[in-house]
């Protein structure tokens, strides 16, 4: 008889492989997995791909089709919806943080804010979202309420993939790190105000440039 503790590890182990392949782009809009080929890429048995994916549909991060599975699609709602809860989330969620954050991360931000310069100016999208990822990963680590910062991460994971889309556009990196300037600018400060105004202000830029994205994306559809 298996034992379910180590059934309940492994599934958990192909839940983190495929939510972070889906993270990556791995997995986008228009690509599709089935069962079989998750299994054989990651030598596994069915169930714990079966269950892992159960769990990835349940949390709204991939859909079931009629030729395998794939990311759900996102309407102008759907975005609408998703921005108005990061908004009540994050901004708040990054003001508690002022007291949490060493000289350490102050030092490891910087850093990830210098490769995303570097990134774009050598237009190298896939290091400009690694290194923004890893500027988020930082701040949303000093987060105190572990909750929240599980609610946070499940919200932004929706978008992740239509992110990656944006960030080719060199205006919407432009931008994108400008924001990042006036949130580190504002941690560096500790006034919680202006740090939630800094994150407020970025996350509101890149709803407007999801938004963007979905409608040409949805237009290339189309066409």
């Known amino acids: 008889m298996k034992s379910p503790i180590k059934e309940s590890s492994l599934r958990a ?16 809009s228009n690509r599709t997995a089935t069962e079989r080929e998750l299994v054989a890429q990651l030598g596994v ?10 769990l990835l549909m349940h949390e709204g991060l991939v859909s079931a089709t009629s030729r395998g599975f794939s990311l759900p699609r996102l ?16 901004p708040r969620a990054l003001a508690t943080t002022i007291d949490h954050l060493s000289a350490h991360d102050f030092r490891t931000l910087r850093q990830h804010l210098r490769e995303q310069e570097a990134a774009d100016a ?20 000093a987060v105190p309420n572990s909750q929240l910062r599980t609610l946070i991460e499940r919200h932004d994971d929706h978008v992740r993939w239509l ?12 931008k994108v790190l400008s924001r990042l300037r006036d949130i580190l600018a504002a941690l560096q400060s500790g006034r919680a105000a202006a740090v939630s105004a800094a994150m407020l ?21 189309a066409a």
């Open 45 to 54: 048995s069915r169930t714990p791909v079966r269950e892992a994916l159960v």
């Open 75 to 90: 309407s102008p709602r759907d975005i609408a919806e998703l921005y108005e809860i990061r908004r009540m989330l994050e």
């Open 163 to 174: 992110r990656q889309v944006t960030l080719h556009d060199a205006k919407v990196r432009k």
């Open 13 to 28: 182990q192909v839940y983190e492989t495929l939510r972070t392949a889906l993270k990556k782009g791995r997995v986008g």
């Open 122 to 141: 050598a237009k190298d999208v896939e290091a400009f979202v690694e290194a923004n990822s890893n500027f988020r990963a930082v701040w949303l680590r």
């Open 201 to 221: 202000a970025h996350l509101e830029a890149a709803e407007e440039a999801l938004t963007a994205a979905l409608n040409d994306t949805r237009h290339d559809d």
